[in-house]
């Protein structure tokens, strides 16, 4: 089932996303711990994957968090980027979709 | 995985006891029959295919208890409970799981592209009772799980 996500306005969940060579992962840090918990809620955390890359969901909001987990650098291309527009807001899972805790 | 006909009264293969290893334990039942990963034992009639059967010979050389995890799954390990209220994915913190996985079959060389690095993928069930596939990825240079999850059915 092909999956689909919605935008809205909001705060973006603040932190620093880094790549660490030595574990071959990306890392999330938020900014303010409270925050993230208060976006998990009580439902807890699952993931979407993206091979071993993970983009963590809050279960009872379905909003996409941050992303987090092991991406071999060794794997990657190199090339120009070119950063897409962007602004401010939630993305959340939307349909019906039914999300359980792992 | 077992060495003899009776795997739920089999002992630790590492000689393990929820009393030696304290909370890594809490929530283990027996080892699970057939070589199906996880908490629970698979529903009646599904005979868990044939990943891991406990005809595989893999010897047992990577021991659970041996290994580490990076910093990163630490710390998401760790990110959420620190009111003590939930854990999320509580399989990453029993070595049973990991040396179940471990011991089901020969794994392979990582198809990610991490260096030195061997990956499982084993179906079993969490502990929701949930079929899926255990993801595990270990560093064999630095005996480091990289990456461990559960991918739902």
Same mark, same amino acid.
């Given at each position: 089932?092909?999956?689909?996500f919605?935008?809205s306005?909001g705060?973006a969940l603040?932190?620093?996303?880094?790549?660490?060579?030595?574990?071959?992962?990306? +890392?999330f840090?938020a900014?303010?711990?409270?925050d993230l918990s208060d976006r998990v809620g009580n439902g807890g955390v699952t993931s979407l994957?993206?091979?071993?890359?993970q983009i963590e969901v809050s279960v009872d909001s379905t909003a996409i968090l941050y992303i987090?987990?092991?991406?071999?650098?060794? +794997?990657? %291309?190199?090339?120009?980027?070119?950063?897409?527009?962007? %602004?401010?807001?939630v993305v959340r899972l939307s349909?019906?979709v039914s999300l359980n805790r792992e | 995985?077992? &060495?003899?006909?009776?795997?739920?009264?089999?002992?630790?293969? #590492? $000689? #393990?006891?929820?009393?030696?290893? =304290?909370?890594?334990?809490?929530?283990?039942?027996?080892?699970?029959?057939? $070589?199906?990963?996880?908490? &629970?034992?698979?529903?009646?009639?599904?005979? =868990?295919?044939?990943? $891991?059967?406990?005809?595989?010979?893999?010897? &047992?050389?990577?021991?659970?208890?041996?290994?580490?995890?990076?910093?990163?799954?630490?710390?998401e390990?760790?990110k959420y409970?620190?009111?003590?209220?939930r854990?999320d994915?509580?399989?990453?913190?029993?070595? #049973?799981?990991?040396?179940?996985?471990?011991?089901?079959?020969?794994?392979?060389?990582?198809?990610?592209?991490?260096?030195?690095? @061997?990956?499982?993928? @084993?179906?079993? !069930?969490?502990?929701?009772?949930?079929? =899926?596939? !255990?993801? #595990? @990825? @270990?560093?064999?240079?630095?005996?480091?799980?990289?990456?461990?999850?559960?991918? $739902?059915?």
């Open positions: 089932m092909p999956l689909e919605s935008a306005e705060d603040g932190g620093l996303l880094f790549y660490l060579e030595s574990e071959y992962s990306f +890392r840090e900014g303010s711990p409270v994957l993206i091979g071993t890359l987090w987990g092991l991406h071999p650098k060794s +794997r990657w %291309e190199t090339g120009p980027v070119t950063a897409p527009s962007q %602004e401010a807001g349909g019906d | 995985m077992f &060495t003899n006909d009776d795997p739920l009264n089999e002992e630790d293969p #590492l $000689g #393990l006891t929820p009393e030696a290893d =304290g909370e890594m334990f809490n929530e283990l039942e027996a080892p699970d029959p057939d $070589g199906w990963a996880g908490e &629970t034992e698979p529903e009646e009639g599904n005979s =868990g295919g044939n990943v $891991g059967s406990k005809e595989n010979n893999n010897d &047992t050389k990577i021991k659970a208890t041996e290994l580490k995890v990076t910093d990163t799954i630490q710390q390990m760790e409970v620190k009111d003590g209220a854990i994915r509580p399989y990453q913190r029993s070595v #049973l799981t990991i040396q179940n996985i471990i011991d089901s079959g020969d794994p392979v060389a990582d198809p990610g592209g991490a260096p030195d690095s @061997v990956r499982w993928d @084993v179906r079993g !069930y969490n502990e929701s009772d949930n079929e =899926g596939t !255990y993801e #595990l @990825v @270990v560093n064999l240079k630095t005996m480091t799980i990289l990456h461990f999850g559960f991918v $739902g059915k």
